[in-house]
């Protein structure tokens, strides 16, 4: 049975560790859940993720990392670079598929962020003279 909407859990720049059913994310902060429509497709994951975690304009989604489920002998998983449209929808199909032997039903993925340098010209141009240089030079001339 296929369904249209998914439970995600949401590492924020968690480690992908070694356990013995494969592959777990392990970090600092606690991960956040949300849900997932099946017809998502790659950058309106991105989106997702970004604004779920609240990240700054600056902060960019640098990768995704599911953690794959495998069924042979129990369930083992396996660490999925998410990098294109077709690597979500087999996310899909493969969590869909193992759904009926996961011991909890939600997708997990890892996701690292990198802050991006901002160019400095435009609108938000800040000069970098201390205000105290033009304050004392505005009091000088009075």
Request: charged share 15%; aromatic share 10%.
């Amino acid at each position: 049975m296929m369904t249209d909407g998914f439970t995600v859990c949401i590492y924020q720049n968690a480690d992908a560790c070694e356990e013995s059913n494969g592959v777990a994310f392990r970090g600092n902060n606690f991960p956040i859940m949300m849900s997932l429509s099946r017809a998502i497709d790659f950058e309106g994951l991105v989106q997702v993720v970004h604004q779920t975690l609240r990240l700054q304009p600056y902060q960019q989604v640098s990768y995704l990392i599911y953690r794959m489920p495998y069924v042979s002998d129990g369930v083992r998983f396996f660490p999925c670079e998410l990098m294109d449209d077709d690597g979500v929808n087999h996310m899909f199909v493969c969590h869909a598929t193992c759904l009926p032997y996961l011991p909890i039903p939600v997708i997990e993925i890892c996701e690292q962020i990198t802050g991006v340098q901002q160019d400095s010209v435009g609108g938000d141009y800040i000069p970098k003279a201390p205000l105290q240089t033009v304050m004392s030079q505005e009091f000088i001339g009075s």
